[in-house]
């Protein structure tokens, strides 16, 4: 059996998810007759204190939605250099919004007003205003780091004296509340906009949330409807969305566990270098260039051993704990590691 370390996308809906999906009512979500749909956007709405939500296909959706939502063409977005809109969307926010993407390089994918702030230009005769700032947390491509509610608060109250939305890639906030041990309210509580998904850690087999002002979901509906995710009788999927939402946060620490023990076995390999301390929730980013192979070559190997992950680069691998990898399964994936690399020593 392989085990799925790529991504906590791959997680299949639970027993319960799909015997939801089977019972769940439905109406035309274009003319928001949806039951199940309207409960998830008003629970989604409620457990994050905010006036409104849209449901949405991806996150991908949630984020370029956002940012039209805000921001005018010709305007920046500012955002850390290894962020999921700007490397992993398709420059969505310059085909959708007409914006440049100002990248702020960070060493742990945490930004503060201080990065920001010499990087925040008003209109000039050679520059293009700041539409938006972008916080992603817990943040991908830096490891799953968790930027503290302080931060996010001090970035939001800044920028606001300035008039500039914040919007926050909460792909994985639930991931961020149960590292920090507060809730995804206290969080988000001064961003704009906030997109969370459901299809990550939490299980559902398909969807994100935005959320927000009324204003800006009503506005963000109809960029829905224009992106073509206008999405009809969606209770079916809303359902499963539903029990994302209520039963699957409070689990979410046992991946961080799992994750934990995967860093710091890993930081026992020969070859291997990673700081466990850094590794907060469940993503777990190493670097195998000790070992004499490249992150692709080590992951074909994994791959011959049943690990199935994905490389981030030509010296990184990412795996990524979710609920249907267990804690034996991460034992074996570190095990497949070992071997691997000690069958390059041996070469
Ligand atoms: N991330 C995926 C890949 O696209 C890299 C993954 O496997 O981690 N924001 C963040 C922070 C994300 O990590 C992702 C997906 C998204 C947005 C987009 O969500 P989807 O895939 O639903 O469009």
Same mark, same amino acid.
């Given at each position: ?14 027993? /319960? ?15 928001? /007759? ?35 939502? &805000?921001?005018? &063409?010709? /305007?920046?977005?500012?955002?850390? $250099?290894?962020? =999921? ?40 005769? &050679? ?11 817990? %943040? ?9 509610? /302080? ?8 920028? =606001? ?27 988000? @509580? ?25 204003? $800006?979901?009503? +506005? ?29 946060? &409070?689990?979410?620490?046992?991946? %961080?566990?799992?994750? +934990? ?16 301390? +850094? ?20 992951? +074909? ?20 704990? =979710? ?9 074996? @994936? ?14």
């Amino acid at each position: 059996m392989i085990i799925d370390l790529r991504s906590d996308t791959v997680t299949k809906p639970t027993p /319960e998810m799909r015997q939801a999906m089977f019972a769940a009512e439905v109406g035309d979500d274009v003319y928001q /007759e949806d039951p199940t749909v309207n409960r998830l956007e008003e629970r989604a709405a409620q457990i994050f204190g905010k006036e409104a939500a849209l449901y949405v296909p991806t996150g991908t959706m949630g984020n370029t939605i956002a940012i039209k939502v &805000h921001t005018h &063409h010709g /305007e920046e977005v500012v955002c850390d $250099a290894r962020s =999921h809109i700007l490397n992993y969307e398709l420059a969505m926010l310059s085909w959708f919004a007409g914006c440049v993407p100002r990248a702020i390089p960070t060493e742990d994918g945490v930004l503060s007003w201080d990065r920001i702030q010499p990087e925040v230009r008003p209109l000039g005769p &050679h520059w293009a205003p700041t539409g938006l700032i972008e916080i992603e947390n817990s %943040h991908n491509m830096a490891g799953g780091t968790v930027t503290p509610i /302080e931060i996010v608060n001090d970035i939001c109250d800044k920028a =606001h004296e300035r008039g500039i939305p914040v919007h926050m890639d909460g792909a994985r906030v639930f991931n961020a509340s149960a590292c920090l041990g507060r809730p995804v309210a206290e969080i988000t @509580a001064k961003v704009d906009t906030v997109m969370f998904c459901l299809s990550k850690g939490l299980g559902a087999p398909v969807g994100s949330m935005l959320v927000g002002t009324r204003e $800006a979901i009503d +506005k963000g509906r109809l960029y829905r409807k224009r992106l073509g995710g206008g999405m009809r009788q969606a209770g079916v999927l809303a359902a499963a969305g539903l029990i994302a939402l209520e039963q699957m946060p &409070h689990r979410l620490s046992d991946d %961080h566990v799992n994750a +934990k023990l995967l860093a710091e076995g890993l930081a026992k390999i020969p070859g291997i270098s990673i700081d466990p301390a +850094k590794v907060q929730t469940n993503i777990v980013i190493y670097d195998v260039s000790g070992t004499g192979l490249t992150a692709p070559e080590f992951v +074909k190997q994994l791959r011959g051993r049943g690990i199935n992950c994905g490389p981030v680069n030509d010296a990184k691998i990412r795996f990524v704990t =979710h609920f249907d990898v267990s804690t034996d399964q991460c034992k074996a @994936a570190l095990g497949a590691c070992e071997e691997v690399a000690a069958a390059v020593g041996k070469r």
